[in-house]
């Protein structure tokens, strides 16, 4: 079944350049961190989360550096963390794990970890949650695979039309896209369209390659110029700006 709001999505990203999915999945983890910082900063069910997860991975946090508008927001959710966190090394310093709360106890015999002390403590410390912004993103992407596979299995018209001119999917999402679709039809439009954008852009390296040849080198730059940046985007996924 087709979403309108998703459907309104995917056509506008496949009219811009890069993968679609990493478009789309992007935008929808930027909005939950505006929204988390915009309203959710001191609710309680919140907080709760983000103490599982310890805040958000690498990638969101530096995301949320960019959000210079939320930094009391930040500063708050974030002396929150710290708080709990010196508090729970504290605790395992001063009790020692082999006389440990009932509650940390309990934990380490779950995780079975016959290791050193360290290593013991460190595992109490790991995170109980997946970074909330990341997970968003996964049911988004998983969304908007869903989509467009239905679309291209449907011959909607647009969708087939504005798939063929885009700049295709990047590998990890061509890859899911494909374990997801089940129309043959749709399957064969996925792969010729990828196979495609594929080898142009190989061509285009190609080109970028000869000419750093030093026989070349006076001649103009073209299009492929910028096509060892595309290339990365296309085989990991990676989209800036």
């Known amino acids: 079944m087709s979403l309108p709001a998703l459907y309104i999505k995917l056509k506008e990203a496949l009219v811009k350049p890069g993968c679609p999915v990493c478009r789309i999945t992007r935008e929808a983890g930027i909005r939950y961190l505006e929204g988390l910082l915009y309203e959710m900063v001191n609710d309680p069910g919140t907080r709760e989360m983000l103490e599982a997860s310890w805040g958000v991975c690498q990638a969101h946090a530096r995301e949320l550096a960019n959000f210079t508008q939320y930094s009391l927001g930040i500063a708050i959710l974030n002396e929150a963390l710290l708080d709990k966190a010196i508090k729970l090394v504290r605790q395992t310093l001063n009790i020692g794990l082999e006389s440990c709360s009932p509650l940390i106890h309990n934990f380490l015999l779950r995780k079975r970890n016959p290791a050193s002390a360290g290593t013991r403590m460190a595992a109490v410390l790991e995170s109980t949650q997946p970074c909330p912004a990341c997970r968003i993103e996964a049911e988004t992407t998983g969304n908007v695979l869903h989509e467009l596979n239905f679309q291209l299995a449907q011959r909607d018209p647009q969708i087939t039309a504005l798939y063929s001119k885009s700049s295709g999917l990047c590998w990890p999402h061509f890859r899911r896209a494909l374990s997801l679709a089940e129309d043959p039809a749709g399957i064969r439009l ?52």
């Open 190 to 241: 996925l792969a010729q369209v990828q196979l495609e954008k594929m080898a142009a852009l190989q061509s285009e390296l190609k080109e970028f390659i000869r000419k750093h040849d030093y026989r070349y080198l006076g001649e103009p730059w073209g299009g492929e110029k910028d096509s060892w940046i595309r290339s990365l985007k296309m085989l990991s996924g990676w989209l800036l700006g």
